[in-house]
């Protein structure tokens, strides 16, 4: 045991951990990635496929996350380790691998948005919206956004639990939720907002069974993108936690205020691009961002709304980001003994690096490698992450999480047994499923258009 296990931080309040989890959801996962997948994958056919998969998979696959970070007080490796033996520690090992990935790209994109926040001022993005993403998405613009991203990620997390993340989340979940709300009430009074509802709430089945192949596994990754499930953040963050607290509790409430969220996203984005008249995004990463620049520039105050969005946006990406490098930070810190700013330092310059090649990489203007590391991280890292620590748990020590929840509860009585049941069968075989149908669907991106792209 190192030095820094017998003074591990804590949360100071028990909102703290809340928001920091809150924090850490609410991200480019509900306002980048979910309304380009709703526009990938049939629009309302997929929302309802999601939220499914949030109640059936995200809800105990928290649960079990938490169970593990506050039995063992560890980050993923050691917490793995110390549950499964010293096999596991190899599978901890992955989740801070996935990690590093996750965090490489994800840093890119938000250094988009903190782009287009810059620009947003000057309505720079009016003129030719395609030209200028084009223009930001890969090169120098990307490069520089890139690393003033992981700086500013570095620099709250190299504070410390306390002092750094949970006085930045505090600060910044608010003013989201905030931010969002008015946005969404503005959107609310926009021209054509009836269709624009119509595309994302009423659910035609018929897209369902025709494209499930598809649909499930990109819902099950979303589910544990948004939710920061399936890599050890949820681990790591409970371990900062004090005995005392009802996990299952806390657990839906970050669930519901994450799930909220992206659900508002799709009333404030689908609202401007109908208004725009541009409908539902094109498929593909960069669609949210042409899209939206587009119809800031045509629809009544533009300007602000842009301004608001994108700097909300930044904040949003900045919270899920800090909880991203913590998992990698805490445990160079717990198992190689650094201290936690030069960690935090050697962490980010390495996720730098690894992400600088998706913001260098174009054909034909647009970045070719976010899908090549986003549906690899979402679709199989995490899911697979998730299926490991589930069988772990649910199958290989029951005992330790109900005994885990019940501390926060009291006696679960047979809620314990159905839940220990919910994961060990059909969940596991839900994701078993997804995860095979995220390979195959992977195998042929990689021979089809990531092919064309890279030859083309
Ligand atoms: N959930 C965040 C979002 O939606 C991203 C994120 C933070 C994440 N930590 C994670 C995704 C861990 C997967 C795993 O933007």
Do not use: C
Request: net charge negative; no cysteine.
């Amino acid at each position: 045991m190192s030095i820094d296990e017998v003074v591990r931080e804590h949360w100071a309040t028990r909102a703290g951990f809340i928001l920091a989890a809150v924090g850490s959801a609410v991200g480019l996962g509900n306002i980048w990635r979910f309304p380009f997948q709703v526009g990938q994958e049939g629009g309302s056919a997929f929302l309802l496929m999601y939220l499914f998969f949030i109640l059936l998979i995200g809800l105990p696959a928290m649960l079990v996350e938490f169970a593990v970070g506050r039995h063992t007080e560890r980050n993923p490796v050691g917490a793995l380790g110390a549950i499964g033996g010293r096999a596991w520690r190899y599978v901890g090992g992955l989740f801070i691998l996935i990690g590093f990935v996750i965090l490489s790209y994800y840093s890119v994109v938000a250094g988009w948005v903190l782009r287009y926040f810059v620009g947003s001022f000057t309505g720079a993005y009016a003129a030719d919206p395609e030209a200028y993403f084009v223009g930001i998405a890969t090169g120098f613009d990307a490069l520089a956004f890139h690393a003033i991203f992981m700086a500013a990620t570095v620099a709250i997390v190299a504070l410390g639990v306390r002092r750094g993340i949970e006085l930045a989340v505090k600060l910044m979940v608010p003013s989201i939720v905030l931010v969002m709300l008015g946005l969404a009430v503005y959107a609310a009074t926009l021209p054509e907002v009836g269709d624009a509802y119509a595309y994302y709430l009423s659910p035609d089945f018929g897209v369902l069974i025709d494209d499930w192949r598809s649909i499930v596994p990109a819902a099950a990754g979303q589910a544990f993108f948004t939710l920061s499930l399936g890599m050890g953040v949820m681990i790591t963050y409970a371990s900062y936690l004090a005995e005392d607290r009802n996990l299952a509790e806390d657990g839906t409430v970050i669930i519901g205020f994450d799930t909220g969220i992206a659900i508002l996203t799709g009333l404030i984005v689908f609202p401007i691009l109908f208004a725009a008249g541009i409908g539902a995004a094109d498929p593909g990463p960069g669609a949210v961002f042409v899209a939206l620049a587009g119809a800031f520039a045509e629809i009544r105050f533009g300007m602000l709304f842009g301004i608001l969005f994108f700097g909300m946006f930044s904040i949003a990406a900045l919270s899920s980001a800090i909880s991203l490098i913590e998992v990698v930070v805490s445990y160079v810190i717990d198992e190689r003994g650094l201290d936690r700013p030069t960690a935090t330092a050697i962490v980010g310059g390495g996720m730098f690096v690894l992400g600088a090649p998706v913001a260098l990489l174009s054909a034909d203007g647009a970045p070719i490698m976010v899908d090549l590391y986003d549906i690899l991280a979402a679709e199989i890292l995490l899911v697979t992450g998730g299926i490991l620590l589930m069988g772990l748990i649910a199958w290989g020590n029951p005992g330790l999480a109900i005994g885990e929840l019940e501390k926060g509860i009291g006696d679960l009585g047979t809620s314990a047994t159905v839940w220990i049941w919910l994961v060990r069968i059909p969940v596991v075989v839900v994701l078993l499923v997804s995860l095979a149908l995220a390979v195959v669907g992977y195998a042929e991106f990689l021979t089809g258009p990531f092919a064309e792209f890279v030859s083309g």
